[in-house]
C-alpha cells in the first residue's frame, strides 16, 4: 500500500497552497508571544520603599532619613522592606534632635513597612506588584506568577495532543485560540492577585495548546499600564477567529481516522490552489480497505513507551525538551535584570530571535537534525558560562554574551519542535510531541526561580543554565538522525536511537535505518 506521502507527491513541495497554509498558522499563534513574555512587564517589580503617611510629625530631615541604607552591587541605596520605628523617630523630631549628628541612625530600632510603600513610576505606572504588594514579604507571590502560567502550560501541553489526535487539529486549534483570548481578557478586570493567577493558569492552558495543534497541523499540511497592557495584547487573538475559514483540516490526521472523503476533498482543493490537476482516484479501493484496518488500531499515550527505541526517544526528547525551555524562559525572564534599559534590553531579546529562527530554518534545510541542534546549544551554553568571566565595569560585554546564548538556545528550541515531529510516527506524533512539550513546560515553571537564584549570586543562574545547556547538547548527537528521511507513520517505521543494539524481528521489516537516503522530507509534506 502506498504511503500517504506517495499519494500526494503531486502536490509538489511548496506551492500557494503550502504558503497560504503556513502563513495562517503563522498568524494564529501571534497572540502566544504576547501571553508567553508578558509577565515580565505585567509583573514588573520597580524600585520601591517603604511609605511614611504624611501625617507622620516628622521634620523634613527625619523624613529623609526615616529609611535605612543598605548595600545593593557596591552602593548604598534605600532599603525595600524596612523602616526606622516611626514613634522612635517622631520622638526625635518633636525634641528638635538631627539623624546623624545627635542621633546614631545604626542603633535606631526598625520595622517592617506598616504603611505600605511608595514604588517608583520612572519605569512602570502600575504593575500587579504595585497594585497588589508583591514585595518584601509577599515577593515570594512573583516568580510563582510565572510558574503558575507555566503549570498551566504544563497542563495544556499534556492533554492538547490527546484532544486533538481524537478531535482533529482544527476544532482544537480554534478551541484553544478562543480559551487564550477570552481569559486573558476576564484577566483585566481580576480584583485580587489570587483571581489573577488562576486565569493565568487557564490562559497558559490555552497558549500551548494551540502552539502545539498549530505545528502539528503545519507539519502535517506543510503601555506601562498592565491593565491597557494585557487589553492590547488580547485584540489579535479575537482578529484570529476569522481564520477558520481558511486553515483547513489535517488530511493525513483524517485519513487516520477514516474519513476519507473529507481527506480528499482537501487534497483535491490544494492542488486547484497549486495549478495541478489530481488524478481522478487517490486511494484505490484495495488501499482504503488497509486504511481502514489501520483505523481500528487505537493508540494511547502508553504507546510512546511500547518498545525499546520509542521509549529511549520519549526518555531523551524529555530530556532534551526540560533543559531547553529551563535556557529559553530563564534567560527571556532575565531581561529586565541586566544593566540598562529594562524595554530597550527586551527588545534586544526579542530581536536575537529572528536571526535565530532564520538560521534554524536554514539549518533545517540543508544540514543534518542532530548536529545543527548540538551546535546551537553548544554555542548558547558555553558563552553562558563566560559571562561569569566579564569584570563588571563591562556590563555591556555581559549583555551581549546573554543576548548570544539566547541567540543559540531559541534557535535550538524552534529546531526540537521539528525535529520531535520527525522521529514520532504519525499515529502518536501528537502524543510524542505533546508529551514532550510538557516535559518543557516543567522546565519553563522552574525558570523563575533559576532567575531567582540571582539574589544570592548574580552568576549562579547563568552557570547552572550554561552547565545544563552543554549536557544536553551532548545528548543530541545520540538521537537518530531524521534529515533526508520520510515521515514515519507507524511504530515499527521509526528511526533507531544510535547506540543501542535490537534484536530484527519480521514485523521491522520497514523501519528505517538511520542514515537511509531518501528525497521526501519534511518540508515536502508540510500539509
Given at each position: 500500500?502506498?504511503?500517504?506521502?506517495?499519494?500526494?507527491?503531486?502536490?509538489?513541495?511548496?506551492?500557494?497552497?503550502?504558503?497560504?497554509?503556513?502563513?495562517?498558522?503563522?498568524?494564529?499563534?501571534?497572540?502566544?508571544?504576547?501571553?508567553?513574555?508578558?509577565?515580565?512587564?505585567?509583573?514588573?517589580?520597580?524600585?520601591?520603599?517603604c511609605?511614611?503617611?504624611?501625617?507622620?510629625?516628622?521634620?523634613?530631615?527625619?523624613?529623609?532619613?526615616s529609611?535605612?541604607?543598605?548595600?545593593?552591587?557596591?552602593?548604598?541605596?534605600?532599603?525595600?522592606?524596612?523602616?526606622?520605628?516611626?514613634?522612635?523617630?517622631?520622638?526625635?523630631?518633636?525634641?528638635?534632635?538631627?539623624?546623624?549628628?545627635?542621633?546614631?541612625?545604626?542603633?535606631?530600632e526598625?520595622?517592617?513597612?506598616?504603611?505600605?510603600?511608595?514604588?517608583?513610576?520612572?519605569?512602570?505606572?502600575?504593575?500587579?506588584?504595585?497594585?497588589?504588594?508583591?514585595?518584601?514579604?509577599e515577593?515570594?507571590?512573583?516568580?510563582?506568577?510565572?510558574?503558575?502560567?507555566?503549570?498551566?502550560?504544563?497542563?495544556?501541553?499534556?492533554?492538547?495532543?490527546?484532544?486533538?489526535?481524537?478531535?482533529?487539529?482544527?476544532?482544537?486549534?480554534?478551541?484553544?485560540?478562543?480559551?487564550?483570548?477570552?481569559?486573558?481578557?476576564?484577566?483585566?478586570?481580576?480584583?485580587?492577585?489570587?483571581?489573577?493567577?488562576?486565569?493565568?493558569?487557564?490562559?497558559?492552558?490555552?497558549?500551548?495548546?494551540?502552539?502545539?495543534?498549530?505545528?502539528?497541523?503545519?507539519?502535517?499540511?506543510?503601555?506601562?499600564?498592565?491593565r491597557?497592557?494585557?487589553?492590547?495584547?488580547?485584540?489579535?487573538?479575537?482578529?484570529?477567529?476569522?481564520?477558520?475559514?481558511?486553515?483547513?483540516?489535517?488530511?493525513?490526521?483524517?485519513?487516520?481516522?477514516?474519513?476519507?472523503?473529507?481527506a480528499?476533498?482537501?487534497?483535491?482543493?490544494?492542488?486547484?490552489?497549486?495549478?495541478?490537476?489530481?488524478?481522478?482516484?487517490?486511494?484505490?479501493?484495495?488501499?482504503?480497505?488497509?486504511?481502514?484496518?489501520?483505523k481500528?488500531?487505537?493508540?494511547?499515550?502508553?504507546?510512546?513507551?511500547?518498545?525499546?527505541?520509542?521509549?529511549?526517544?520519549?526518555?531523551?526528547?524529555?530530556?532534551?525538551?526540560?533543559?531547553?525551555?529551563?535556557?529559553?524562559?530563564?534567560?527571556?525572564?532575565d531581561?529586565?535584570?541586566?544593566?540598562?534599559?529594562?524595554y530597550?534590553?527586551?527588545?534586544?531579546?526579542?530581536?536575537?530571535?529572528?536571526?535565530?529562527?532564520?538560521l534554524?530554518?536554514?539549518?533545517?534545510?540543508?544540514?543534518?537534525?542532530?548536529?545543527?541542534?548540538?551546535t546551537?546549544?553548544?554555542?548558547?551554553?558555553?558563552?553562558?558560562?563566560?559571562?561569569?568571566?566579564?569584570?563588571?565595569?563591562?556590563?555591556?560585554?555581559?549583555?551581549?554574551?546573554?543576548?548570544?546564548?539566547?541567540?543559540?538556545?531559541?534557535?535550538?528550541?524552534?529546531?526540537?519542535?521539528?525535529?520531535?515531529?520527525?522521529?514520532?510516527?504519525?499515529?502518536?506524533?501528537?502524543?510524542?510531541?505533546?508529551v514532550?512539550?510538557?516535559a518543557?513546560?516543567?522546565?519553563?515553571?522552574?525558570?523563575?526561580?533559576?532567575?531567582?537564584?540571582?539574589?544570592?549570586?548574580?552568576?549562579?543562574?547563568?552557570?547552572?543554565?550554561?552547565?545544563?545547556?552543554?549536557?544536553?547538547?551532548?545528548?543530541?548527537?545520540?538521537?537518530?538522525?531524521?534529515?533526508?528521511?520520510?515521515?514515519?507513520?507507524?511504530?515499527?517505521?521509526?528511526?533507531?536511537?544510535?547506540?543501542?543494539?535490537?534484536?530484527?524481528?519480521?514485523?521491522?521489516?520497514?523501519?528505517?535505518?538511520?542514515?537511509?537516503?531518501?528525497?521526501?522530507?519534511?518540508?515536502?509534506?508540510?500539509?
Amino acid at each position: 500500500m502506498r504511503d500517504y506521502d506517495e499519494v500526494t507527491a503531486f502536490l509538489g513541495e511548496w506551492g500557494p497552497f503550502q504558503r497560504l497554509i503556513f502563513f495562517l498558522l503563522s498568524a494564529s499563534i501571534i497572540p502566544n508571544g504576547f501571553n508567553g513574555m508578558s509577565v515580565v512587564f505585567l509583573a514588573g517589580t520597580p524600585e520601591h520603599r517603604c511609605r511614611v503617611p504624611d501625617t507622620a510629625n516628622l521634620s523634613s530631615a527625619w523624613r529623609n532619613h526615616s529609611v535605612p541604607l543598605r548595600l545593593q552591587d557596591g552602593h548604598e541605596v534605600p532599603h525595600s522592606c524596612r523602616r526606622y520605628r516611626l514613634e522612635a523617630i517622631s520622638n526625635f523630631s518633636a525634641l528638635g534632635l538631627e539623624p546623624g549628628r545627635d542621633v546614631d541612625l545604626e542603633q535606631l530600632e526598625q520595622e517592617s513597612c506598616l504603611d505600605g510603600w511608595e514604588f517608583s513610576q520612572d519605569v512602570y505606572l502600575s504593575t500587579i506588584v504595585t497594585e497588589w504588594n508583591l514585595v518584601c514579604e509577599e515577593d515570594w507571590k512573583t516568580p510563582l506568577t510565572s510558574s503558575l502560567f507555566f503549570v498551566g502550560v504544563l497542563l495544556g501541553s499534556f492533554v492538547s495532543g490527546q484532544l486533538s489526535d481524537r478531535f482533529g487539529r482544527k476544532n482544537v486549534l480554534f478551541a484553544t485560540m478562543a480559551v487564550q483570548t477570552g481569559f486573558s481578557f476576564l484577566q483585566i478586570f481580576s480584583i485580587n492577585w489570587e483571581m489573577f493567577t488562576v486565569l493565568f493558569v487557564i490562559v497558559g492552558m490555552g497558549q500551548i495548546s494551540n502552539y502545539v495543534v498549530a505545528f502539528i497541523l503545519g507539519t502535517e499540511i506543510l503601555g506601562k499600564d498592565w491593565r491597557k497592557l494585557l487589553l492590547a495584547l488580547t485584540v489579535p487573538g479575537v482578529l484570529c477567529a476569522a481564520l477558520w475559514w481558511f486553515i483547513p483540516e489535517s488530511p493525513r490526521w483524517l485519513i487516520s481516522q477514516g474519513r476519507f472523503k473529507e481527506a480528499e476533498v482537501i487534497i483535491h482543493r490544494a492542488a486547484k490552489i497549486n495549478g495541478i490537476v489530481a488524478p481522478s482516484t487517490l486511494f484505490e479501493p484495495s488501499e482504503l480497505q488497509d486504511l481502514s484496518s489501520q483505523k481500528q488500531q487505537s493508540h494511547s499515550i502508553l504507546d510512546l513507551l511500547r518498545s525499546r527505541n520509542i521509549r529511549m526517544v520519549t526518555i531523551m526528547s524529555i530530556i532534551l525538551w526540560m533543559t531547553i525551555s529551563v535556557g529559553y524562559f530563564g534567560l527571556s525572564l532575565d531581561t529586565p535584570n541586566l544593566h540598562g534599559d529594562v524595554y530597550v534590553n527586551c527588545f534586544l531579546s526579542a530581536v536575537v530571535e529572528v536571526p535565530a529562527y532564520i538560521l534554524a530554518w536554514l539549518l533545517l534545510q540543508h544540514l543534518p537534525r542532530r548536529y545543527s541542534m548540538a551546535t546551537a546549544l553548544f554555542l548558547g551554553g558555553s558563552v553562558l558560562l563566560f559571562v561569569q568571566l566579564v569584570p563588571p565595569d563591562l556590563y555591556y560585554l555581559a549583555t551581549v554574551l546573554v543576548m548570544v546564548g539566547k541567540f543559540g538556545v531559541t534557535a535550538a528550541f524552534s529546531m526540537v519542535y521539528v525535529y520531535t515531529a520527525e522521529l514520532y510516527p504519525t499515529v502518536v506524533r501528537n502524543m510524542g510531541v505533546g508529551v514532550s512539550s510538557t516535559a518543557s513546560r516543567l522546565g519553563s515553571i522552574l525558570a523563575p526561580y533559576f532567575i531567582y537564584l540571582g539574589a544570592y549570586d548574580r552568576f549562579l543562574p547563568y552557570i547552572l543554565m550554561g552547565s545544563l545547556t552543554i549536557l544536553t547538547a551532548i545528548l543530541t548527537l545520540f538521537l537518530p538522525e531524521s534529515f533526508g528521511t520520510p515521515l514515519p507513520d507507524t511504530i515499527d517505521q521509526m528511526l533507531r536511537v544510535k547506540g543501542i543494539k535490537y534484536r530484527q524481528t519480521p514485523n521491522h521489516t520497514r523501519e528505517l535505518k538511520d542514515g537511509e537516503e531518501n528525497p521526501t522530507v519534511l518540508k515536502s509534506t508540510a500539509f
